[in-house]
């Protein structure tokens, strides 16, 4: 991985409108921002979303929204902030869900920036803490709503599996990001062993958790209890089968209600790990489910945790559901870094 550099006094001093991006393998989402004022630590000054699939790579898109908001308006930009799941290997991201590769100096290269710098996209959501009142959130664990002090978990199934923890300090936070979604899935009943088995037979030694838990895995666990029921799988879309599961349809019902089952044990899996007195589930695929999870084994698996189940009882979920978290959590990440010459910084460019 690339070491992470230090953002000098001068980089510091110059901290002011400039480009964040939150790229997954579905969309980007791109914000003009500079510091915010009064509660918020970043201001939004336009926000456009774009369809990967429609770009060639990430720098079109780049451009496409540069000529749109900065062109001819005076507004200089020379630093773009990318949030993005993986890590930085040598210059390039690290990411099995991309439509296209990443490589920062070529991207600095190829749109005249001064700086393209890198942070893992839920480091990026831990740090959108202006995104994180709870009025602005909905619960999903009722009759739990206060959390202690502590760290604060931040998930949530997209194209993958994303996390990353909050943890306060003396000098403010630190976030640890993760790689939670390459973690081997763990069965939580027999009806999933039989699904984990039946994707090994497929030739996989390593079944990653996000094969199930994010928006492609619902589809994969569509497939497995399809086959599992000696069923034709006719549907191929996350929102195809969250339709059916509405209407009815009794596989597709199953696969929506397996998915909230094991996204709670992840979560709990993941508080008992890390010490987490609070989750948040930043948006991905959930909006789209939450008015299963109240009838779902969610909290349930959550909390099946032995004897750890006393302390998961006091840990709040809530939903968050804002396009802007992302674009937030990376420009909140550099302010807070570009203030802090000595502070960790991003991973670089060339």
């Given at each position: 991985?690339?070491?992470?550099?230090r953002?000098?006094?001068?980089?510091?001093a110059?901290?002011?409108?400039?480009i964040?991006a939150?790229v997954g393998?579905?969309?980007?989402r791109?914000?003009?921002?500079r510091?915010?004022?009064?509660?918020?630590?970043?201001?939004?000054?336009?926000?456009r979303?774009?369809?990967c699939?429609?770009?060639p790579?990430l720098?079109p898109?780049?451009s496409?929204?540069?000529a749109?908001f900065?062109?001819?308006n005076g507004?200089g930009?020379?630093?773009v902030v990318?949030a993005c799941a993986?890590v930085?290997?040598e210059?390039?991201v690290?990411?099995?869900?991309l439509?296209w590769?990443?490589?920062?100096?070529?991207?600095?290269?190829?749109l005249?920036l001064r700086?393209v710098?890198f942070?893992?996209?839920f480091?990026?959501n831990?740090?959108?803490a202006q995104?994180m009142?709870?009025?602005?959130?909905?619960l999903?664990?009722p009759g739990?709503r206060?959390?202690?002090?502590?760290?604060t978990?931040?998930i949530g199934?997209g194209?993958?599996?994303?996390a990353?923890i909050r943890?306060?300090?003396g000098?403010?936070?630190v976030?640890?990001?993760?790689?939670?979604g390459?973690t081997?899935f763990?069965p939580?009943n027999?009806?999933?062993?039989d699904?984990?088995?039946?994707?090994?037979?497929r030739?996989?030694?390593?079944?990653?958790?996000?094969h199930f838990?994010?928006?492609?895995?619902?589809v994969n666990?569509y497939?497995?209890?399809?086959?599992?029921?000696?069923?034709q799988?006719?549907?191929?879309?996350?929102?195809?089968?969250?339709?059916a599961a509405?209407r009815g349809?009794?596989?597709?019902r199953?696969a929506?209600?397996?998915?909230c089952?094991?996204l709670?044990s992840v979560?709990?899996?993941?508080v008992?790990?890390?010490?987490a007195?609070?989750?948040?589930?930043?948006?991905?695929?959930?909006p789209q489910?939450?008015?299963f999870?109240?009838?779902?084994?969610f909290?349930?698996?959550?909390?099946?945790?032995g004897?750890?189940?006393?302390?998961l009882?006091?840990?709040?979920?809530r939903l968050?559901?804002n396009e802007r978290?992302?674009?937030?959590?990376a420009?909140?990440w550099?302010?807070e870094?570009?203030?802090?010459?000595h502070?960790?910084?991003a991973?670089p460019?060339a």
């Amino acid at each position: 991985m690339s070491a992470a550099p230090r953002l000098t006094p001068a980089a510091s001093a110059e901290a002011g409108t400039f480009i964040a991006a939150d790229v997954g393998g579905t969309h980007t989402r791109v914000g003009l921002v500079r510091p915010g004022q009064g509660g918020d630590t970043v201001a939004v000054l336009a926000h456009r979303k774009y369809v990967c699939a429609d770009y060639p790579s990430l720098a079109p898109i780049l451009s496409a929204f540069l000529a749109e908001f900065t062109a001819g308006n005076g507004i200089g930009v020379e630093r773009v902030v990318i949030a993005c799941a993986g890590v930085v290997l040598e210059d390039r991201v690290v990411n099995s869900n991309l439509p296209w590769p990443i490589s920062l100096s070529e991207l600095r290269r190829e749109l005249g920036l001064r700086e393209v710098l890198f942070i893992n996209d839920f480091q990026a959501n831990a740090n959108a803490a202006q995104c994180m009142a709870p009025d602005d959130s909905t619960l999903l664990t009722p009759g739990v709503r206060d959390a202690a002090p502590g760290p604060t978990l931040v998930i949530g199934p997209g194209t993958g599996l994303g996390a990353a923890i909050r943890i306060p300090s003396g000098r403010g936070t630190v976030v640890l990001p993760t790689e939670a979604g390459h973690t081997a899935f763990a069965p939580g009943n027999a009806r999933e062993a039989d699904m984990l088995r039946l994707v090994q037979q497929r030739g996989h030694t390593h079944v990653p958790t996000e094969h199930f838990v994010s928006g492609p895995g619902l589809v994969n666990l569509y497939d497995s209890l399809c086959t599992l029921s000696g069923a034709q799988p006719s549907l191929r879309a996350p929102a195809a089968i969250t339709e059916a599961a509405r209407r009815g349809e009794a596989i597709a019902r199953e696969a929506v209600l397996t998915f909230c089952a094991l996204l709670g044990s992840v979560i709990g899996d993941l508080v008992v790990i890390s010490g987490a007195k609070s989750v948040f589930i930043a948006g991905g695929i959930l909006p789209q489910l939450k008015d299963f999870v109240p009838d779902s084994p969610f909290h349930a698996r959550m909390l099946d945790k032995g004897v750890m189940r006393p302390v998961l009882e006091t840990v709040p979920v809530r939903l968050i559901e804002n396009e802007r978290l992302g674009v937030i959590g990376a420009a909140s990440w550099y302010l807070e870094h570009a203030r802090d010459a000595h502070g960790d910084a991003a991973r670089p460019i060339a």
